[in-house]
């Protein structure tokens, strides 16, 4: 499932990069930035990925 | 990821791919259609062949559902970044079939992915504002607002301006829900000239306007960011 539109990040993607501790991934950094669209559910998935986003 | 909403009675056609190069009409890789109801059920997923100019609405509604209320339309079109040089934009063309009133065309609300991370956009987009001029003819106002969101609700304020005078609204959209926000033609004998949407994330957002007397559309339009 395609999470950002903008950076074209998958929800896997993004799991994978936070369980391995690689979050933000090369090239994804304005993930959540540029439409404004999926910040909420940006948010959401990293809590659920337990990367904490309130920095 | 584009949306509009469809409404029933209408001739709702979108032109998919609005921009074209001197050699050949683009296409996209591919398109899928998705049909939400108010309180955000999938009504379905209609097959629709990428290649194609202009989507009946109206007919791929009907194919697809039986509801007659007012449905979320969402189109997730993915292209070649290497042959559309920006995001394709989606036209619309709306008309109430045997309204005297005039058609309209307005351009389809991208919401998610509509700043490709290639293009360097920084500009906010989810502060939107709508300035209003004075139809010929009463008129009824309103926002219609959809979240495209996977998980979260998304909340939203509407403020509405008349004269010195501001009105507020709150309202929380569940994902993939859509709702219909009436905005006053007048407030305290002064008339609206101005709405105004903030938004904890960006939605989809149309300004509309309707005949008093026959309720036909005669405005539908996407609201302007002014954060720039």
Known sequence: MLLCYCTMLTVG???AACR?????????ENTGKL????????????????????C | MSATFYEAGYEHHVEVIHQRDGEARRRLDSL??????????LLGAPRVDPAQDVLDLGALVRATTSATERVMVVFDARYA???????????????????????LYYAINAVLGGVPDRVGATNINNFE??????????QRYSLLLGCLAHFVPVQAQVFTYYGSRRVAQEITLEPKCHAEVALAAEHEGEPLARVEV?????LLSYVVGRRADTGDLVLFDHLFTYAK
């Open chain 2, 32 to 41: 899928e259609v998705m049909l939400y109801d108010e309180g955000g059920a």
């Open chain 1, 35 to 54: 439409c404004t669209a999926c910040v909420g559910d940006l948010l959401y998935c990293l809590r659920r990925f337990g990367v904490d986003a309130s």
């Open chain 2, 198 to 202: 903030k938004a904890l994330f960006r």
């Open chain 2, 81 to 103: 970044e290497s042959i559309f040089p920006y995001r394709p934009h989606h036209y619309a063309y709306l008309h109430r079939a045997g309204s005297p009133a005039a058609p």
């Open chain 1, 20 to 28: 391995s501790g690689r979050w933000p991934l090369p090239g994804k």
């Open chain 1, 13 to 15: 993607e993004l799991r």
């Open chain 2, 129 to 138: 504002t709508y300035v209003f001029r004075r139809g010929p003819f009463a």
